[in-house]
């Protein structure tokens, strides 16, 4: 089934609405202006996507109840039942459509970098140099193996993904 233009433009108004009364700072930390993004992607996946298509009508209902010219409407609860939705939106899109945030990848693989680096520093740090320098080793060199991997794994898939326009924020 199709969703129309007009439905996406009244859920958009209410995006829009509901960033405008927010920090941009916080709606970029928790990710919620992706937002517009991911309803437009929804609508158009919708005609060959069930998923997408519920995955709308429940973003419509929620922003439907939660948000009016004003801005959010909800308390602290709904805000946080929002930003799993959304998250829930982002997996979907990524999993079965390819589609992800700018520098999707690029972010990916430089977090499993410092990962990789502090629990070589935590499990490998103790015996030679001491825990406190192991940690900071860890960090150090993790964020630097974790560069070196965003460079050479992450960057051309956020570059392919461009180039394929699957990439929404
Ligand atoms: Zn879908």
Redesign the pocket.
Known sequence: MNISQERTDALLQKATWFLDGMDSRDARRYRLHLLPDVIRR?QT??D??????E?FQELEEMLGALVDEGGFVGGQKEMKHLQNRLNGNLK??EQ??GIVPRRHHHTRYQGIGVVAGLMIGIFAGPQTLGIGIGILLGLVGGYAFGLVLARMAGKPKDLKAEQEDRVIG
């Open positions: 929804l996946l919708g060959r996507c069930d998923v997408c298509l995955l979907h899109l079965e459509h």
